[in-house]
């Protein structure tokens, strides 16, 4: 039985050069900012840690349990300033066992200038299960959710003059 692929991809459009859009992934204090991460190490080299940890929620789903926790992996590619590619990534939710493996690719170019960008973010992974598919459908909300976010916090930083 062939295992049909789950993906969400997001694309946006951000008041920064690609650089500081790529480099908004790595650095703990922004992490903090626009994905509400609690912990980070993330390391913007091939073979480099990717970790970021989510405070528990208080909701609950029926499937997925409380949402929060850990997602890790991999940085397989790095580009400066272009894309990062993350493997062998798994979500490890507050409860329960955790979903992967799975993979995160972040892409930049510039957009109508160097002081734009077009930022790509795709995050794919592969199982029939409800628990993945729940999965996939919340990620789709909260990546929506986080570059705008994302968009809101870099886009600041060019009227306030900051970074």
């Not at 008041?15 to 500081?20: H, K, L, M």
């Not at 949402?67 to 580009?79: E, K, M, P, Q, W």
């Amino acid at each position: 039985m062939a295992v049909p692929g789950l993906n969400v991809e997001r694309t946006i459009i951000v008041q920064a050069p690609a650089e500081r859009v790529m480099s908004a992934f790595f650095d703990p204090a922004d992490l903090s900012i626009w994905w509400r991460v609690v912990r980070s190490v993330t390391v913007p080299r091939p073979l480099g840690t990717y970790a970021i940890e989510w405070a528990p929620t208080g909701y609950r789903d029926e499937l997925l349990g409380p949402l929060g926790g850990a997602f890790h992996g991999t940085v397989i590619d790095y580009r400066a300033g272009v894309e990062f590619f993350v493997a062998d990534a798994y979500w490890s939710p507050p409860e329960g066992e955790p979903i992967g493996p799975m993979a995160m690719e972040v892409r930049c170019r510039a957009h109508g200038g160097s002081h734009m960008t077009q930022l790509v973010v795709r995050q794919s992974g592969q199982d029939d299960g409800a628990r993945w598919q729940r999965y996939f459908d919340v990620v789709a909300a909260g990546w929506q959710r986080a570059l705008a976010d994302l968009k809101q916090h870099l886009d600041a930083e060019i009227v306030t003059g900051r970074r």
